[in-house]
């Protein structure tokens, strides 16, 4: 189906109002439809002609200002309508299909109990898969919504409830003007807990299945809710515009969670059923943050299309880091930031998929969608950080307390926002067209040069950029110097990139006493790669494991995490810096990422035979700090499931299964038993049997996922051929049991047995993408790339595939990307074998 366009969507605004929109659904019927009707009012130039979007399973009545329209015009999604007058009346009723992909109204039956779970997505264009819309963003309205549902059911929207005037009857309240992406419900039998702070009413839903689980941690996500609620009222004079405050964990949802007024929902993997570290535990925390954010920066002010989406996701990515660090008990979450969300910008900013954070042309929603990635995200929000470093942060707060009141309930534009944090008269122009409107990354190395008794000649930050994208920009960064004693000392200095073709001498440095450590960016304020000299870079070792500043530590590690993936240092050599430095470390995220990201880089930078090497060193280190961790605590259950990842003891692994030899205070429940079980199945120690018995154990949703994943990692033909059936052709199960298939079928230890799927991927895989919705179909062929297979063979065959001319923009997306990482992977194995000689 034709995705709108930025010229349709500018015209159609251009020439249409939309005043209100009355909804009605009926959710008791028991098939795989449901009932829509909706009633459209707006204003448009008499006589004009536009169309509205709807996606039906059976379009069955539309009335134009009660002319019958004739059902035949619509095509594809698109309902012409004609001979408009100056205010018009649009009813459409429609069956609606029920989905399974987590896009329109995602329908779910709990295996745990049966139940039956509804909640409508809208996000980015799918309100059209719920009822008839003009569905693109700069066309807010207010929203009234009924539903008819089985009595016995709770239901909840966007608006306050105002009427049940019958049993399995409810009647919202118009909500304020709202973009059409925005429109949400809940409906089943959801457990509920509710409360209130401030003057706004709180709510919690989740599975019934679920509800011990949500009580255990209500008042821990009621009192972050509170905090942060607290924090945005600090920050800005406009209050929280939308009424009530409810958050709904909801099964099987794309997102971490989306921002609908009044209803935010979040993908019930926050609803904790096993043992978690303080790093998920932060993550809910940050992104109850976020999604509070949006309520300004999406809802309250909203882009007036999807080139702005940066309006919305960086602000937010920004403001749930700063607010969870400021307000709740989570206060280093700029070094979870550091580690894990910029490494994620950093990938996406050096792929061929690069783009602007705020790009000029964003052509249609669909290419809209295909930005919702690490650059929208973490880069943005890293961008956004520096600004504040640069303009203050009373400024700052000024802009955007301005930007709300200029825009309240409407939509606005990069230029509208640069009015007003100009406002106070400095020119944010250059900054905007360098860090917003142009891609990649900038790196920042260290030239040191020293005298004979050991002190500074002189020091310099050399800023580079890459020859396809070579735009220097302005940063303000820290500048560590750290001693043989463990004292430091931090200056923080500005890059001017227009001096000495981006050369900056830091002249206060001469004469100085070397410091055994210079770290760049330390604090991490500015969007950049950076590299120590080389004294530096050899002193790491011996100093990281010292440092108490945890955000030095992950400034560090990504240093050097990058400069494997780079190919500039090889991967043994990162497995050297996690043997003498992880044992000692005491932050749970700096732990975590290095060994899942080392671990990704191992599985692919390293032959067999090294591979195997390194992993035996990393489970090494896991087990030192296993030894040393606190029982019962976060970072004894992340060394933990570092271990089961990279250790080859199939004997332990059953054994800690069995109860045997767990290390005091390791709570082996679902989750862990599934990773053990997991690493079981890839080493050829289980099988079917022991999957089918851990199954009939844990009978919930996530336990069904863990089972397809296990299944997809058979190393056994017929468990192969079986996953890869469901990963390219199936459309009957969720975009849940999907993913988990396509995450578990390539194993670095299976690469024989799987080498014919090799190229079967890029055989089957454009036929599996067009059998299904965009986001599980881009999912999945993501999760489905045979990363694993790094040999010129593959990147012969992924060049054959995007040669062609019918692949969907998501598909030539992942392929181009992955394809990069291919690349970087073969000149990493040249690095490796270059050390190695």
Not at 24 to 34: A, N, Q, S
Not at 191 to 203: I, K, M, Q, S, W
Not at 240 to 261: D, S, W
Request: charged share 25%.
């Amino acid at each position: 189906m034709p995705s709108l366009t930025r010229v349709e969507a500018t015209a159609r605004g251009a020439a249409i109002t939309v005043e209100s929109y009355q909804v009605d659904l009926d959710l008791t019927g028991d098939g795989d439809v449901f009932r829509s009707r909706v009633a459209i009012r707006f204003r448009a130039t008499p006589g004009t002609a536009t169309f509205a979007e709807v996606k039906p399973a059976t379009l069955l009545a539309v009335r134009l200002n009660d002319r019958d329209v004739d059902l035949d015009t619509l095509t594809d999604n698109r309902l012409p309508l004609g001979d408009l007058d100056s205010t018009n009346t649009l009813f459409v009723e429609a069956d609606m299909a029920y989905s399974n992909t987590g896009e329109g109204m995602h329908r779910f039956v709990d295996p745990a109990d049966g139940e039956t779970y509804l909640y409508a997505v809208s996000f980015l264009d799918n309100v059209q898969r719920i009822f008839a819309a003009f569905d693109q963003p700069d066309l807010k309205a207010p929203f009234t919504l009924t539903v008819t549902a089985p009595p016995a059911w709770t239901v909840s929207g966007n608006g306050e409830l105002a009427a049940n005037p019958a049993p399995g009857r409810w009647e919202f309240a118009p909500t304020v003007p709202l973009a059409t992406y925005l429109f949400s419900l809940v409906a089943g039998p959801y457990h509920v807990r509710r409360a209130e702070h401030d003057g706004v009413p709180l709510a919690l839903y989740c599975r019934q299945s679920l509800a011990e689980h949500l009580d255990a941690d209500a008042e821990e996500i009621f009192t972050i809710t509170r905090q942060s609620l607290d924090r945005f009222h600090e920050l800005f004079t406009e209050r929280y515009p939308f009424g009530k405050y409810e958050q709904a964990f909801v099964p099987e949802f794309n997102l971490g969670a989306m921002e609908h007024p009044g209803i935010v929902a979040f993908r019930d993997d926050y609803v904790f059923r096993s043992a978690v570290t303080d790093t998920q535990r932060e993550l809910r925390a940050t992104t109850i943050a976020h999604e509070m954010a949006h309520m300004w920066f999406g809802n309250l002010v909203t882009m007036r299309w999807w080139d702005d989406l940066w309006l919305n996701e960086s602000f937010a990515e920004y403001l749930g880091i700063r607010v969870a660090a400021e307000a709740t008990r989570f206060e280093r979450t700029w070094t979870t930031f550091a580690m894990r969300r910029k490494a994620w910008g950093y990938a996406a900013d050096q792929r061929p998929s690069t783009h602007p954070v705020a790009p000029e042309e964003v052509a249609d929603a669909a290419e809209g969608l295909l930005n919702v990635d690490g650059i929208s995200y973490a880069k943005g929000a890293s961008v956004l950080r520096q600004l504040v470093a640069w303009l203050g942060d009373e400024a700052f707060l000024a802009g955007l307390n301005a930007h709300f009141a200029a825009h309240r309930f409407g939509n606005a534009t990069l230029a509208d926002l640069l009015t007003s944090l100009s406002a106070g008269g400095r020119d944010l122009s250059g900054w905007a067209e360098l860090w917003l409107r142009r891609s990649q990354v900038n790196t920042l190395r260290a030239e040191v040069a020293l005298d004979a008794d050991g002190r500074y000649t002189e020091v310099a930050v050399v800023q580079t950029a890459p020859e396809s994208y070579p735009v220097l920009r302005p940063h303000r960064i820290g500048v560590g110097r750290y001693a043989a004693d463990g004292t430091v000392r931090r200056d923080e200095v500005d890059l001017d990139p227009t001096v000495d073709g981006g050369r900056t001498v830091l002249g206060g440095l001469t004469g100085e006493p070397a410091a055994r450590l210079l770290v760049l960016n330390d604090g991490d304020l500015t969007f950049a790669k950076v590299r120590l000299d080389p004294a530096s870079a050899d002193a790491v070792p011996l100093v990281l494991p010292a440092l108490g500043d945890s955000l030095t530590r992950a400034v560090l590690w990504g240093e050097a995490l990058d400069a494997v993936t780079d190919g500039e240092r090889p991967v043994t050599g990162l497995v050297d810096l996690i043997v003498a430095a992880l044992p000692a470390e005491t932050e749970v995220i700096i732990a975590e990422d290095v060994l899942s990201l080392s671990r990704s880089l191992v599985d692919r930078y390293l032959d067999p035979l090294t591979r195997s090497a390194a992993l035996a060193r990393i489970a090494g280190a896991c087990r030192h700090l296993l030894d040393g961790a606190p029982a019962g605590e976060s970072l004894q259950l992340a060394a933990a499931r570092g271990w089961i990842a990279a250790t080859t003891d199939a004997d332990l692994l059953v054994g800690w299964l069995a109860g045997r030899d767990v290390p005091a205070g390791l709570k082996v429940d679902a989750e862990l038993r599934w990773a053990v079980l997991r690493r079981l199945v890839v080493l050829g120690a289980a099988g079917e049997a022991e999957i089918a018995a851990e199954a009939a154990a844990d009978v919930s949703s996530t336990g069904a996922e863990r089972a397809a994943r296990c299944r997809a990692a058979l190393p056994d033909p017929a468990a192969k051929q079986a996953a890869w059936d469901i990963i390219v052709r199936d459309t009957e199960l969720s975009n849940r049991l999907l993913e988990a298939t396509a995450e578990g079928f390539w194993q670095p230890e299976q690469a024989e047995l799987t080498a014919a799927y090799v190229e079967r991927y890029f055989t089957d895989m454009p036929a599996a993408v067009d059998r299904r919705t965009a986001w599980t179909a881009d999912r999945v062929a993501k999760l489905a790339f045979p990363h694993y297979a790094v040999a010129q063979p593959t990147r012969e065959a992924a060049a054959a595939l995007l040669a062609r001319d019918d692949l969907t923009p998501g598909l030539r997306r992942v392929v181009t990307d992955a394809d990069d990482d291919l690349r970087r992977a073969l000149v990493a194995r040249t690095a490796v074998a270059a050390a190695a000689a």
